[in-house]
């Protein structure tokens, strides 16, 4: 071999080869090509499914639109953005319309099963017998995990509460929470769902003087009999679940009111005509006055437990009924007649059975109201 050859061979032996160099770009371009591809797929996917819902909706009844629809989130996410909803409800009675500035929805590529709403308000509900129902907040979000067919979890958290009607403020609330999972394997057969509700700074002074002061208010419990998850008539649902032996078991519930505590454990159903049944244990430490008034203070008198009492003994009537704001010696010694004695939050408290029966309740043997039916 020449020493030509050898030069040019040795020369070659230490030229550099460029495709490691370009193989890594060309892999990542290869990738984000077919990302992209896979992304382009899931949007186009997802419109379907919004299709296919609301046509599925339509059929029922419930008609539900946008004024301007956009798909985006690339390259990760995919985002529905709904401006102007609108929803008719014709399946209720009476049919209502819904107006929603704005929904945005997010779900990540990778997980599909989790769902993230955001709601931009307000939310204006109306029918054709009235005045709209008008709903504010400065933040409400909403999450969803798992499927029609196979349900896992939903939480909604609100902040700035309220509830206007005709220029008249309903209802209000500072916080709220509300989350809802299906217990592991209990779903389709048993169906078992936890619930937990938090409620800060809430308020309803519309519906009387009880519900009307500032309240806090924290509960868990367990949902049974709820079989069917398609979206229905409040009424119709109810029927469905008080036929399929529905019932709430309340673990805890603790109100917070002023100076005033109360806390109640038990379990409530329907009847067949859509009445409350049931029975809890409740414990309140604060006035009598508090308690009665949300059983039928505001029924005639022969309904409620402080009515028959003033006409009975007249002369007491105003030392039942107290000073605002101020502890009634005699309020509780008569609500301790039918309750046991205990302490709640370090105050003296009296702990009372309260029952309902077929919608009328009762503190121990004593009357004090009823309940309307729920459908």
Not at 235 to 249: E, F, K, N, S, T
Not at 259 to 287: E, I
Not at 305 to 334: C, D, H, W
Request: hydrophobic fraction near 45%.
């Amino acid at each position: 071999m020449s020493r030509l050859e050898m030069t040019d061979q040795g020369e070659l032996a230490r030229r550099p080869r460029r495709w490691p160099i370009f193989a890594p770009l060309v892999l990542v371009i290869v990738l984000a090509v077919a990302w992209s591809l896979f992304w382009v797929f899931a949007a186009r996917t997802a419109r379907q499914e919004v299709e296919d819902w609301r046509a599925q909706q339509a059929k029922a009844g419930r008609v539900f639109t946008c004024a301007d629809e956009a798909f985006g989130g690339y390259p990760f996410r995919i985002e529905v953005r709904c401006s102007g909803a609108g929803a008719e409800l014709k399946d209720t009675q009476p049919p209502l319309t819904l107006q929603l500035k704005e929904i945005l929805v997010v779900a990540q590529v990778w997980d599909p099963k989790l769902i993230i709403v955001e709601f931009g308000g307000p939310l204006t509900a109306s029918d054709a017998q009235g005045a709209p129902y008008t709903v504010g907040w400065t933040l409400a979000q909403a999450s969803l995990r798992g499927t029609p067919e196979a349900p896992e979890r939903a939480s909604i958290a609100i902040d700035g509460l309220t509830l206007d009607r005709d220029g008249k403020r309903l209802m209000q609330a500072q916080h709220a929470e509300f989350h809802a999972r299906m217990q592991f394997g209990s779903w389709p057969h048993n169906p078992a769902v936890d619930l937990a509700v938090k409620l800060v700074t809430a308020s309803a002074p519309a519906f009387g003087p009880l519900v009307g002061q500032p309240t806090d208010l924290d509960a868990t419990g367990v949902l049974y009999g709820l079989r069917d998850l398609r979206p229905k008539p409040l009424p119709v649902w109810l029927r469905d679940w008080q036929a399929a032996g529905g019932r709430i078991d309340i673990q805890t519930a603790r109100l917070a009111q002023g100076d005033a505590r109360a806390t109640a454990a038990g379990a409530l159903g329907l009847s067949p005509r859509g009445a409350l049944d049931g029975a809890l244990q409740v414990t309140v430490a604060g006035l009598i006055e508090r308690l009665l008034p949300a059983l039928g203070r505001e029924q005639p008198a022969a309904k409620s437990a402080l009515g028959m009492i003033e006409r009975a003994v007249p002369s007491v009537s105003g030392t039942i009924k107290g000073a605002p704001g101020q502890p009634n010696p005699l309020q509780n010694s008569l609500l301790a007649l039918i309750g046991q004695p205990t302490e709640l939050e370090g105050k003296p408290a009296v702990t009372v059975p309260l029952k309902f029966t077929d919608g009328a309740a009762s503190l121990g043997p004593i009357g004090v109201g009823s309940v309307p039916p729920l459908y």
